[in-house]
Nanobody, 123 residues
Framework: QSPLVESGGGLVQPGGSLRLSCTLS????????IGWFRQAPGKEREGVSC????????YYADSVKGRFTISRDNAKNTVYLQMNDLKPEDTAVYYC????????????????WGQGTQVTVSS
């Protein structure tokens, strides 16, 4: 079983909000960069938002800037992705991924992946 567990996905109407959680087990969050990625049917996987391990630098894809916020709670070993003003094009399976001492970028291969959680934005 993956040490990363995503939760918080579901069905929401356009303009609505969801908060995804990525909880680590058997890993200590402070040593890992965490990324949120998504894959829609028939499309390639894309990096949505990533946060670095040590300096907390963040990255957001242009398509989600101003709507999504990534945050980390080292005490709870959990990273959150707050998603506001959701659009139908945000519909996808969302995955979190971890990289040992990684930087806040979604542009490199992450080593550890969760199972994913479905987000559907539809009226």
């Amino acid at each position: 079983q993956s040490p990363l567990v995503e939760s918080g996905g579901g069905l929401v109407q356009p303009g609505g909000s969801l908060r995804l959680s990525c909880t680590l087990s058997r890993l200590t969050l402070e040593y890992y960069a965490i990324g949120w990625f998504r894959q829609a049917p028939g499309k390639e996987r894309e990096g949505v938002s990533c946060v670095g391990s040590s300096d907390g630098t963040t990255y957001y894809a242009d398509s989600v800037k101003g709507r999504f916020t990534i945050s980390r709670d080292n005490a709870k070993n959990t990273v959150y992705l707050q998603m506001n003003d959701l659009k139908p094009e945000d519909t996808a399976v969302y995955y979190c991924a971890a990289e040992w001492y990684g930087v806040g970028s979604c542009s490199y291969e992450y080593d550890i992946w969760g199972q994913g959680t479905q987000v559907t934005v539809s009226s």
